[in-house]
C-alpha cells in the first residue's frame, strides 16, 4: 500500500487555488493508500503571525479539509507542531544539505525578494528541510503538490539518497504528484503570477468565503487577452487560466472545455463559469460553516490524528538517530 502525503498552510482565508490545486485532489487520494494530511504551522510562523489568528486559522483550515470531503476515518489528519519529531527531524536533515542547494530553491528568492530585508528570515531559507522532514518522517511515496513545491519534493528526494547512500537504509525516497487540474491557478487580474492570499489586489483572487455576488463580479471582471472567442492557445494565458478554474470545478479536461466553447464569445463563457463556481463553492460553504461551529469535532480530529501521527514519527526518527549514532 502506498502512503501518501501533503500539507496546507493556515495562513488565512483558502482561495481556489488551494481548493482545486490542492485540497479536491486529496479526496481521491484518501482512496489510494495510507494518507496523511497535515497543518504545517511551524511554517507559518515565517510570517510572524498573531499568535490568535494563527489559532484561529488552525481550526479554519481543518474545517475546510472536512468540508471537501478529507475523512479522518481514511486519513490522518494532524497538526505539524503537535509532532515534536518534525523539528528534530529538520534539525539532523540540515547537516545533509547544502547552502548551494538551498540558494537555488526559487519559492525563497521570490518570496524573499517581496518580502525585503526584514523579511529573510533562516526559517523561510531552511523552509525545505523542515518540509523534507516532514515528509521523510511518514515514508511517503507519493507527495500531492502544486508546481511551485515540486522542486522541495526533489531536494527531499536528493537528501533521502544521500543518507541512504551514507548509511543504507534510512528513507523512502518520494515522488511528486501534480494534479491533473489546477497546478497552478493564476490571478484573475494578474494572469501571469498565481492566485495568492497575499495578492494586494484581491480582485486576482477567489476565496472560498466570498459570497455568490463576489463571485461572479471577481469572474466577469476577470482579464481576458486579445480576440474575442475561446481558444486554446499559449498566446492566452488569460482565457488558459479561465479554463482550468472550469475544468478543475467540472471535472472536464481542459481541451474538453476548450472544445465545448470553441467559438463562444468571453461574455458568455465567464457567465457559466461564474454560475458553476458559485454553485459548488456554495455547497462547500454550507458544509463548512456547520463543521466551523463544532469546536469538540475539530478538537477531536486534531488530537486524534496528532497523537497517530506523533507515534508513527518518533518511531522513525528513533530508527535514523540510532543509524547516525545518536542513540
Given amino acids: 500500500m502506498k502512503t501518501i502525503l501533503s500539507g496546507v498552510q493556515a495562513t488565512g482565508k483558502m482561495h481556489i487555488g488551494n481548493y482545486l490545486g490542492a485540497m479536491k ?4 487520494w484518501q482512496n489510494q493508500g495510507r494518507a496523511f494530511f497535515f497543518i504545517p504551522d511551524l511554517h507559518t510562523l515565517n510570517v510572524r503571525p498573531d499568535a490568535e489568528t494563527l489559532r484561529g486559522n ?23 507542531s503537535r509532532v515534536p519529531a518534525h523539528a528534530e527531524l529538520c534539525w539532523i536533515l540540515q547537516n545533509y544539505v547544502t547552502m548551494g542547494e538551498l540558494n537555488r530553491m526559487t519559492q525563497y ?33 507519493i507527495v500531492p503538490v502544486g508546481e511551485d513545491q515540486k522542486q522541495h519534493v526533489e531536494l527531499t528526494r ?50 472560498l468565503a466570498d459570497e455568490p455576488k463576489v463571485i461572479t463580479k471577481k469572474i466577469k471582471r476577470a482579464v481576458t487577452d486579445s480576440g474575442s472567442t475561446i481558444e486554446l492557445s499559449d498566446d492566452k494565458p488569460a482565457i488558459a487560466n479561465l479554463l482550468q478554474v472550469y ?21 458568455t463563457f465567464k457567465t457559466e463559469l461564474a454560475e458553476l463556481v458559485v ?7 454550507m458544509d463548512y460553516e456547520v ?13 486524534e490524528g496528532s497523537q497517530r501521527a506523533a507515534g508513527i514519527a518518533q518511531k522513525k526518527l528513533n530508527g535514523i538517530k540510532q543509524k547516525i549514532g545518536l542513540t
Fill in 158 to 207: 536528493d537528501i533521502a539518497t544521500r543518507m541512504n547512500n551514507i548509511y543504507g537504509d534510512c528513507f523512502v525516497v518520494p515522488e511528486p504528484a501534480l494534479p491533473q487540474v489546477g497546478a497552478r491557478v493564476m490571478s484573475l487580474t494578474t494572469p501571469t503570477i498565481k492566485m495568492s492570499k497575499s495578492d494586494a489586489n484581491q480582485n486576482g483572487n477567489i476565496m
Fill in 58 to 80: 488552525i481550526y479554519d483550515t481543518v474545517a475546510w479539509l472536512l468540508a471537501v470531503g478529507i475523512d479522518p476515518r481514511k486519513s490522518t489528519i494532524f497538526v505539524q
Fill in 291 to 303: 463543521i466551523r461551529q463544532d469546536k469538540k469535532r475539530l478538537d477531536d480530529v486534531i488530537e
Fill in 109 to 141: 528568492k521570490d518570496k524573499s525578494s517581496k518580502r525585503g530585508a526584514d523579511g529573510q528570515v533562516v526559517a523561510l531559507y531552511t523552509y525545505p528541510v523542515l518540509m523534507a522532514a516532514d515528509i521523510l518522517l511518514y515514508s511517503a511515496d
Fill in 25 to 28: 485532489p486529496w479526496v481521491d
Fill in 247 to 267: 475544468a478543475g470545478f467540472s471535472d472536464m479536461s481542459v481541451p474538453e472545455v476548450a472544445n465545448k466553447y470553441a467559438g463562444v464569445g468571453y461574455g
Fill in 279 to 285: 454553485e459548488q463553492i456554495s455547497q462547500l460553504q
